[in-house]
Every structure is written in structure tokens, then in C-alpha cells.
Nanobody, 121 residues
Framework: QVQLVESGGGLVQAGGSLRLSCAASGRIFSSYAMGWLRQAPGKEREFVAAISSSGHNTYCADSVKGRFTISRDTAKKTMFLQMNSLKPEDAAFYYC??????????????WGQGTQVTVSS
């Protein structure tokens, strides 16, 4: 079992930055790939970024490439999403998720409760 808790969301002006964190509990964190997905009101949940279990491989959606960076600290069992140059269209509920392998869709095994990101124009 893996429990995930996100934090770091909030209100930011367009062009600003936020850093999301996802704290994991459970012994298998280091063997799981992790991902960030987001869902805006009235829209489907979409893939944002993912990182392999080793942390050596990262993947970002084209819409955030060059602005968002995903990372993980295995010792602290925490994953991060550094979001720079935020745009109003980045506003959404952001979820962290865990799965044995990297996924680009929503079929992750474990999910956090989400954290709200609001971007004012």
C-alpha cells in the first residue's frame, strides 16, 4: 500500500511559480514510478509529468515542457513538481499518483487527494 499526500498548491499570478510536493508513506515508494496529473473544471483529467522509480527518467506533457520539472527524493519519500512561468490554463486540481511503471494516462494504482492550483491573469 502507498498513501500519497499533496501540498503546495495555492493562488499565484500568471508568470509566477509554485512547487508542489507529494509525500508518500509505505515501504515500496522507491520501487514505484510517480506521476502528476491535473483536472480543471469541466475538463478531463490530463497527464502532466512522470518520473521513473529510479528518478533517472522523466517525462513531461508538451503543454508544460520547459516550464515544469518533476523530481523525487527517495530518502524523504517525496516527489516534487516545480512549476514556473505559470499560465491561467495551468489552473487545475493537481493529483500525484503512483504505479509500478510510468504511465501517461490515468490508470495509476494509487492517488493522492489533490491540491488546488489557481493562476490569476
Amino acid at each position: 500500500q502507498v498513501q500519497l499526500v499533496e501540498s503546495g498548491g495555492g493562488l499565484v499570478q500568471a508568470g509566477g511559480s509554485l512547487r508542489l510536493s507529494c509525500a508518500a508513506s509505505g515501504r515500496i515508494f522507491s520501487s514505484y514510478a510517480m506521476g502528476w496529473l491535473r483536472q480543471a473544471p469541466g475538463k478531463e483529467r490530463e497527464f502532466v509529468a512522470a518520473i521513473s522509480s529510479s528518478g533517472h527518467n522523466t517525462y513531461c506533457a508538451d503543454s508544460v515542457k520547459g516550464r515544469f520539472t518533476i523530481s523525487r527524493d527517495t530518502a524523504k519519500k517525496t516527489m516534487f513538481l516545480q512549476m514556473n512561468s505559470l499560465k491561467p490554463e495551468d489552473a487545475a486540481f493537481y493529483y500525484c499518483a503512483a504505479n509500478p511503471v510510468v504511465l501517461y494516462n490515468g490508470d495509476y494504482d494509487y492517488w493522492g487527494q489533490g491540491t488546488q492550483v489557481t493562476v490569476s491573469s
